[in-house]
């Protein structure tokens, strides 16, 4: 796809060269950044249509730039990194990534996986940062959220909180996990701050669904979204 415009995050200017030359030798348009400074204002302002993103980098961890990035869109991510322990928890729903390079790697393979992810996602729904279970949808890309079609005026974390259950519905989060995906890797607050954001959540929800209660509690554990398809 001669359009697709990739950003390549690595520090190592020699290894990011050479993706740069493979990706556009195949057609793709490039741009590098070479720490994790800035990277997160960069896809705001300037979407690429897909991130390759080192794991290890000077100023901002590339995981948290994941997290950051996914808490507003859904753009492709490709994780690149020498860590392989590290490879379920990147690609899992952890962080969020959609794929994963172990190095060392050939540039022919990365130029594959760039390819095979933006076809995958060309293939899914028209929109896919639209999420839907039950009678809630969210949209990542534009930060809204329905039930039954009402919009739902949230918080900010009240609304990366909904994200998150609406994306794996029926999967328990623990409070650490959805405090993880509220404030990132810099906590503030405590397990009990999840309880409070949770409370009002349900207090919105229920404006527009009555009694019937689409968040769950799991004693002792955390909480979930019940999705009864
Ligand atoms: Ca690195």
Known sequence: MPSDHILIVEDEIKLAELLRDYLESAGYQTRMMHTGYGVVNAVRQNPPSLI??????????GTEICREIRSFTSIPIIMVTARVDEVDRVVGLEIGADDYVCKPFSPREVVA???????????????PSTI?????T???DEHWARVN????????????????LVRRPNRVFSRAELLDRVQGDHHEGYDRTIDTHIKNLRKKLRCVLGEQDIIVTVYSVGYKLQDSD
């Open 149 to 164: 079609d009402e919009p739902l005026e949230l918080t900010t974390s009240e609304f990366a909180l909904l994200a998150t």
């Open 132 to 136: 839907a279970t039950g009678p809630i």
């Open 113 to 127: 996986r760039v390819h095979a992810v933006l076809r995958r996602g060309k293939h899914q729904a028209k929109d």
């Open 138 to 140: 969210v949209n990542l």
């Open 52 to 61: 390759l993103l080192d794991l290890m980098l000077p100023g901002v961890d």
